[in-house]
């Protein structure tokens, strides 16, 4: 008989790097509940989670800024720790609303942290971004160089960050992961899951992606005049799948009380012309380009020093630039309009538990009979 075992909230796990973390999890033999409102996301990718675990997990179709419906999920589902994903990510969108950042991302994780405090489930992963570090004042960032974001999204992650960390000094009982992301990319390498930008793409990756598969005609590189080996941007690209073990990394290691800040990152950077390039040999499509203008904020070179993460959580990245390219064209080729071109999409047999099921299917996963589940799963698609 499979042993009882832990439930895990994850929040925006139906999102990119949630959909990857769920896997990671599932993969360990942790129980899953997903929390998410859908607002940048696919149901779909739950669907696919599922298929490529061979196990079940519990949707809620929920929004972290209604703290009652998180007291519910936890207490309900036996909730014994969170990974805390979801969240608004757009710079240039955080400049046009700034107010719907600190809405959905400060005021969000405030209503979670208060609701996780009356079920008494008090360890935390949650993702923040390197982009709290602003303009490197010297390469690579580890985490003791100073935090200055450079926008409202940034802003709020780095607020958020400071509520932790107070949170913990208030209370001894807290164990709190701080994820400081790079430049998460690539697909898990079923091809079932993946990033599914919604409109243009903001990130360099979907976009050389969508220009291989021909849904867009050239790429525009936003400067060539930069003091990088090339002249172009220089990022620490990491495999999405490595991302996610860090997750699963974070959550075993919170063994003591107090705040865990740590970067997630390769320590590797790579250019722009070195992603079109590796990206080209990839897919065996080419990508065009054209030299633009400098983005605004954009910085020359950013990348981690991956060494703290490697003491304090036993990890590090394994997954190289070709591996993460390999991986991410072949997400965009099984997937060429995303998950709104997949066939459960389309018929719309993919929907939130009905709250009847949820708990049946949350106790059954609780209690490991995978029959049952399926059962439920199944029952619940018809
Ligand atoms: P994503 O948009 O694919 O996933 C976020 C998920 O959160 C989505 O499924 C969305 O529907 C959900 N969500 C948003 N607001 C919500 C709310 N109020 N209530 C419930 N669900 C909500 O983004 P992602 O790339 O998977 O990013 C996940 C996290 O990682 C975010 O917090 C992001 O800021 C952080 N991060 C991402 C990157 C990156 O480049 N992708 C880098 C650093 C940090
Ligand atoms: C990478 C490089 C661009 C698109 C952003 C956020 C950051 C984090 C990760 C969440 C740069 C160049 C890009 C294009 C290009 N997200 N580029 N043409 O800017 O490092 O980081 O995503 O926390 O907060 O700021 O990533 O993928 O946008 O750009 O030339 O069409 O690719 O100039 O040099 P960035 P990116």
Redesign the pocket.
């Known amino acids: 008989m499979r042993k009882l075992s832990e439930m895990i909230l994850v929040t925006g796990g139906t999102g990119y790097i949630g959909s990857h973390v769920c896997i990671a999890l599932l993969d360990a033999g942790f129980d899953v509940v997903v929390l998410d409102n859908l607002s940048n996301s696919n149901q779909t990718s739950l669907e696919r989670v599922q298929s490529i675990c061979g196990r079940s997990l519990v949707f809620r179709h929920a929004d972290i800024r209604h703290e009652e419906a998180i007291h519910a999920i936890l207490r309900s589902c036996g909730v014994t720790a969170v990974i805390h994903l979801a969240g608004l ?1 757009a ?1 240039g969108d955080s400049n046009v609303r700034p107010l719907s950042y600190y809405e959905n991302n400060v005021l969000g994780t405030m209503r979670l942290v208060s609701a996780m405090k009356r079920a008494n489930v008090k360890t935390l992963v949650f993702s923040s ?3 709290v570090y602003g303009i490197p004042k010297y390469l690579p960032l580890d985490e003791k160089h100073p935090l200055c974001p450079t ?1 409202p ?2 802003r709020t ?1 780095l607020v958020i960050e400071e509520m932790l960390k107070d949170l913990c000094r208030s209370d001894d009982d807290w164990r709190i992961a701080n994820l400081r ?4 990319v690539g697909a898990h390498e079923s091809g079932l899951v993946g990033e599914d930008p919604l409109g243009l ?5 979907p ?1 050389v992606a969508q220009v291989a598969i021909g849904r867009r005609e050239k ?5 060539n005049d930069y003091d990088t080996p090339d002249g ?4 620490d690209f990491i495999h999405v799948v490595d991302l996610a073990s860090g997750h699963l990394s974070a959550l075993r290691n919170l063994r003591q009380p107090g705040v865990l800040t740590v970067n997630l990152g390769t320590g590797n950077g790579s250019s ?1 012309l070195d ?1 079109v390039r590796t990206f080209e040999a990839a897919s065996g499509r080419s990508v065009p380009y054209e030299i633009k203008e ?2 605004a904020g ?1 910085v020359a070179a ?1 990348y981690a020093d991956p060494t703290f993460a490697m003491e304090a959580l036993g990890w590090k990245s394994t997954r190289s630039l070709e591996q993460m390219c390999a991986d991410h064209w072949r997400w965009q080729l099984q997937n060429p309009d995303g998950y709104h071109g997949s066939a459960l999409s389309k018929t719309g047999a993919v929907q939130a538990f009905p709250p009847s099921r949820m708990s049946a299917c949350a106790s059954a996963i609780r209690t490991g009979d995978a029959e049952r589940i399926r059962g439920e799963h199944t029952a619940h698609q018809r």
Do not use: M
């Open positions: 990510k710079v971004s390197a982009t926008n999204y940034g992650k992301y790079f430049n998460p793409p903001d990130n360099l990756l976009f790429l525009q590189i936003w400067g172009t941007g220089v990022r722009v992603i400098r983005r954009d950013c």
